[in-house]
């Protein structure tokens, strides 16, 4: 059973610091890493991927993986309120092919 | 980048009854799509795979009678609920890759149908 892991939260975090969210998963056939956010009643928006080991920035977002650990992780620096939200994890073992999703950690930012 | 059309956004309707889900790719051609669920506080779970030209291909324990797939075309997979009971409540995604140059294959989602069964 190909599983992702993540903590449910909720991660609590003041107005501009830095949210960590974290996940593992169990297949080290995974090759293909996905961050979304996810608001309530909405569907998922991709926020990051990452493909190689290491670090990958985009903005106030920085996706890290370390295959040899099978972690991923997803940090936000100067958090908003606005960023508050479910934070989905997800891999794939192929390209084009269904992604597993984690249950999601909750980010709560607070003003 | 592309688009996926997910159509009705919420829907609710009474035990026993069908209801169809359409899922659309707006400007890409898509031969594969997904069906996800997702119940309250849970991850999107895969429900099946919607292959264009040939049969949906379903996940463990999701029963193919009740939840009918159709992929007629390139733009068009339906999700079609039978016989909705209440625990068919969810809220049901479709997703399609496609390829996305400098960027590699990457999945649109489409809006989300929330669907009720009274």
């Known amino acids: 059973q190909k599983e992702v892991e993540q903590n449910s939260g909720p991660l609590s975090v003041p107005e501009g610091a830095i949210a960590s969210l974290n996940c593992t998963y169990s297949?080290?056939?995974?090759?293909?890493f996905f961050w979304y956010r996810q608001y309530s009643g909405k569907s998922p928006e991709l926020i990051m991927f990452?493909?190689?080991?290491g670090d990958k920035e985009d903005g106030r977002f920085t996706a890290q993986l370390n295959k040899a650990s099978q972690y991923v992780s997803l940090l936000i620096r100067d958090s908003q309120p606005s960023d508050s939200a479910t934070y989905l994890c997800?891999?794939?073992?192929?390209?084009?092919?269904?992604?597993?999703f984690g249950k999601g950690t909750t980010l709560s930012v607070s003003s | 980048g592309a688009v996926v059309s997910q159509h009705p956004s919420r829907v609710i309707c009474k035990s026993g009854t069908s209801v169809k889900i359409e899922c659309r790719s707006l400007d890409f051609q898509a031969t594969t799509m997904f069906w996800y669920r997702q119940f309250p506080k849970q991850s999107l779970m895969l429900m099946a795979t919607s292959n264009e030209g040939s049969k949906a291909t379903y996940e463990q324990g999701v029963e193919k009678d009740k939840f009918l797939i159709n992929h007629a075309s390139l733009t068009l997979s339906t999700l079609t609920v039978t016989s909705a009971h209440p625990e068919d409540s969810s809220f049901y995604i479709c997703?399609?890759?496609?390829?996305?140059?400098?960027?590699?294959?990457?999945?649109?989602f489409g809006q989300g149908t929330r669907l009720t069964v009274v």
């Open positions: 997800a891999v794939n073992t192929e390209a084009g092919t269904a992604l597993i």
């Open positions: 297949d080290r056939g995974s090759q293909s």
């Open positions: 997703s399609a890759p496609t390829n996305m140059r400098d960027r590699g294959t990457e999945a649109f």
């Open positions: 990452i493909y190689s080991n």
